[in-house]
Nanobody
């Protein structure tokens, strides 16, 4: 069974920082992209950042220069360092990965349960 367990959300004032972490449990043949999505109240889910197995990254324009995604392939973890947080960053943040479990022929998308990030003005 695959699980993505997130941690690190919370309440912070504007300009502050938070670090989100996500650990994947299970046995995998490969984990390709890992990343973070978010959903703010009344808005659609949006991609915040992704990182490939090789370390290539992509970011939502509004978070470029403020957020940094990283991963540890040996530990199957991904993290999101969020600096200079703004009230508009308030959302539930979801960890994501595309992975193929040992013994499976194809890969699947997997999601964490979400962690709340609230930025007060």
């Amino acid at each position: 069974q695959v699980q993505l367990v997130e941690s690190g959300g919370g309440l912070v004032q504007a300009g502050g920082s938070l670090r989100l972490s996500c650990a994947a449990s299970g046995t995998f043949s490969s984990i390709n992209n890992m990343g973070w999505y978010r959903r703010a109240p009344g808005k659609q889910r949006e991609l915040v950042a992704t990182i490939s197995f090789g370390g290539s990254t992509n970011y939502l324009d509004s978070v470029k220069g403020r957020f940094t995604i990283s991963r540890d392939n040996a530990k199957n973890t991904v993290a999101l360092q969020m600096n200079s947080l703004k009230p508009e960053d308030t959302a539930v943040y979801y960890c994501y990965m595309y992975a193929r479990r040992t013994g499976d022929r194809v890969g699947f998308d997997y999601w964490g349960q979400g962690t709340q990030v609230t930025v007060s003005s």
